[in-house]
């Protein structure tokens, strides 16, 4: 039985469009982690927000939790997807997703935005690729510093605290610039970054005798116990319980009972909202190249009552009216 040839016709052109068309409304987003990481969703969820017309493809790379040989594997297979999918545009959470699908998408066609990114565009090279841009991410250490001597007055020497990844890296090297210490309104600050969980954890506990009033947790999801990773939940509760001083943070979700009192912190929002603009803008024709790469400029107070009551601290008015309190 033939087909009537106006029936062969549209279905010619249905799948002329179809192919026409393809991805003009995907996104790959590829994450450096997992997605029930909670840095991972928090900036996922303003992404989506930003870009509720598009549909968002993610992959995961898991470099947080797999081995460092593996990275490049994953890296393949995110670049096989984004092939196979040809979307609209690309976008790579965090260094390591930006550092092993750079050079590949700066090479193509495609145009990409990062985030998350806490290594110098201008020292890696990044900034060679027309096709790319996006936005940085910079620990907030000067402000948080100030911020919490007014919960901490009499505070003269604090520890930061890094396991020892690359994103660890590069986030001490703004701030400490290949120094192990340094002082900030009136405030010794020294770095420890390690993935070894003994030395972690006999840190922690030699703090106060040590002379340290206080300590930061920075990032904490590479450690290690011989071969075993630790679940960075498990780290950090072992880190809240042992701690003869105060914890603070520097990323929001370090923050909350049996974690980190708080402090003066990144959000994961931050980013994910700031690459959707820039998003925007891409999709709406603008060149990434034309497009500075940003860095969102205000943190967000956030505090524990839980551990603030533990430390037995009172926040100040001017902090108590501009904060946001877990529990």
Known sequence: MSMPLPSLLAIIVLVFNTVLNAGER?????????????????????????????????????????????FSLRADTAWDIIKRVDPALIILGDDNALSYLAARVGNSQYKAIYLGINSNPRKT???????????????????????????????????????????????????????????YSGVEIHLETTNNYERWKSVVLSAKENGYDAVWVGLYFTVFDKQKHIDHRELLFWTSNNSKVPLFALWDFAVGKQKTIGGYVMTGNSQGAAAGLLAQQVLAGTLPKDILPVIPEHGQLIFSRHELTRWQLALPMDLQVSAEFIE
């Open 125 to 183: 090279g990044i900034l060679k690729y027309k096709n790319i841009t996006g936005v940085l991410e910079r620990p907030l250490y000067r402000r948080s510093i100030i911020e919490m001597k007014k919960v901490l007055p009499e505070m003269k020497k604090a520890l930061i605290m890094f396991d020892g990844s690359n994103t660890s890296k590069y986030a001490a090297e703004d701030l400490f610039q290949g120094h192990d210490s340094l002082a």
């Open 26 to 70: 995907d996104i790959v987003v590829v994450e450096s982690y997992h997605t029930m990481y909670p840095w991972d969703r928090d900036w996922l969820m303003a992404l989506r927000d930003s870009l509720v017309h598009y549909n968002l493809i993610t992959f995961q790379m898991d470099t947080k939790r797999l081995p460092k040989q593996h």
